[in-house]
């Protein structure tokens, strides 16, 4: 898996102050991406050990909120294992401490019914161990730069603590119009 770009201390990703790691590869290429050059699984560098450090060394501050997974698409079958691993080596040093936001094309309502056996597993540790996943691939008619984390109308912010509780039905995130979660 390649890492198209990481930008440390973002804050149009999530709420806080975070790092946001940007994943090579998309089969969705939606109208009016701006991530076009992330379609590309070949773009940008390998996630090696080293690279993983650094990202976690980038999220171990105080004032770092967490981890933000955007591609490219994270959940891609392409993706899917070395986004799980990154995933599992950031519970593995935070904990529930810090937060991970995953951004995904993907509506996760079907990911489950299409996904293959071969990768259910890995799907499912990524899910349960994110925070919130952002769902939905980008729509250009219904783009709307007001919308907090998000660029067009029809993706939704999903609380996956709650989510899981409510038996993969999608409960959306209590968020205010600042970016509060209450």
């Known amino acids: 898996m390649n890492i198209g770009g990481i930008i440390t201390s973002d804050v149009a990703n999530g709420p806080g ?95 489950y019914e299409h996904y293959v056996a071969d990768y259910f597993d890995l799907l499912y540790d990524a899910c349960e161990n994110v925070d919130v996943i952002v769902d939905g691939p980008f729509i250009e008619e219904e783009k709307d730069i007001t919308l907090l984390y998000r660029g067009s109308k029809n993706q939704r912010i999903i609380d996956m603590a709650k989510t899981l509780e409510n038996d993969y039905e999608p409960v959306l995130l209590d968020i205010d119009k600042y970016g509060i979660l209450k």
Do not use: M
Not at 23 to 41: F, M, Q, R, T, V
Not at 70 to 86: C, D, H, M, R, V
């Open 17 to 111: 102050l975070r790092t946001s790691v940007f994943i090579s590869g998309c089969p969705i290429h939606c109208k009016g991406c701006h991530n076009e050059k992330l379609w590309d699984y070949d773009y940008g560098v390998p996630l090696t050990d080293e690279l993983t450090q650094e990202i976690l060394d980038s999220i171990d501050h105080e004032g770092i909120a967490g981890l933000s997974i955007l591609g490219g698409e994270p959940l891609s079958f392409e993706n899917i294992e070395g986004t799980a691993k990154l995933i599992s080596d950031f519970r593995n040093r935070f904990g529930r401490n810090k937060t991970i936001w995953l951004y995904t094309g993907y509506c996760i309502d079907d990911l």
